[in-house]
């Protein structure tokens, strides 16, 4: 569903991702860890369209995303790590203008739209401005906004940022629900005891390289380490002379 090969992203004489090679399957939520400046965000930016490559290739439902940009991003939907809207628009005009980005039909954009809104819990507010929203609800508003055209693939760049306990509920409901029914998502976090929480697969990313990539049970095992919790794992592979070997 979702393939890194070899792909290596450079900006001058730095490496921000190296030879990163990578397979996620139909219905797996995976959760990419690292700390600020390990190349999370550089690699989420070139698996949704806005960085390409250096040198590697990236496929989504099997279309090269550079050399088949517009079939590979039909299957996807983004959720970046800040809020992107119109203030201008109401939440209800932005996702119709979302629907028409895809070129959704207007009887289906309408039920999708209408879904979505029950889905978020927005419809008190579906009809006011953008701008009126509090970070929270604009953070539901794009979450709507990247499931309108049922795509095959969500990617989310730290998606909890900014939700109240309500909203991080609905969205933990929602990505567990979907991932059963065979969407896979690709999630960049710190937010390490959510990985643990709801990952299928992690992987570790210190420095532009994916150092580690199983599941929680794996990576303790790999390192031999007898870890309460992920954090403590973490801090230990991310730290000095940890597992960045």
Request: with cysteine; net charge negative.
């Amino acid at each position: 569903m979702i393939e890194f090969a070899h792909v290596t992203r450079t900006y001058g004489p730095k490496t921000a991702v190296s030879d990163l090679t990578l397979a996620i399957p139909r219905g797996e939520l995976f959760a990419l860890l690292g700390p600020n400046g390990a190349g999370k965000t550089t690699s989420i930016k070139m698996l949704v369209g806005l960085l390409h490559p250096s040198r590697g290739t990236i496929r989504i439902c099997g279309h090269d995303v550079v050399t088949d940009p517009r079939a590979a991003h039909l299957h996807v939907g983004y959720v970046p790590d800040e809020p992107n809207l119109y203030n201008k628009l109401t939440g209800r005009e932005f996702l119709w203008f979302i629907a028409d980005m895809f070129g959704m039909p207007r009887h289906l954009a309408g039920d999708r739209i209408d879904r979505e809104i029950a889905c978020f819990e927005l419809a008190e507010f579906a009809d006011d401005l953008a701008e009126s929203y509090s970070l929270g609800m604009k953070q539901r508003l794009v979450f709507a906004a990247s499931l309108l055209h049922n795509p095959d693939v969500l990617v989310l760049d730290e998606p909890m940022v900014g939700l109240d306990p309500r909203s991080v509920r609905i969205v933990k409901d929602l990505l567990a629900a979907r991932t059963q029914e065979g969407m896979t998502v690709f999630m960049s976090t710190h937010t390490l005891a959510m990985a643990e929480e709801m990952a299928d697969r992690v992987g570790i990313m210190v420095r532009g390289q994916l150092r580690f990539l199983g599941t929680v049970m794996e990576l303790r095992e790999q390192v031999a380490l007898e870890a309460n919790s992920l954090e403590q794992l973490y801090l230990e592979l991310t730290g000095p002379g940890g597992g960045a070997a």
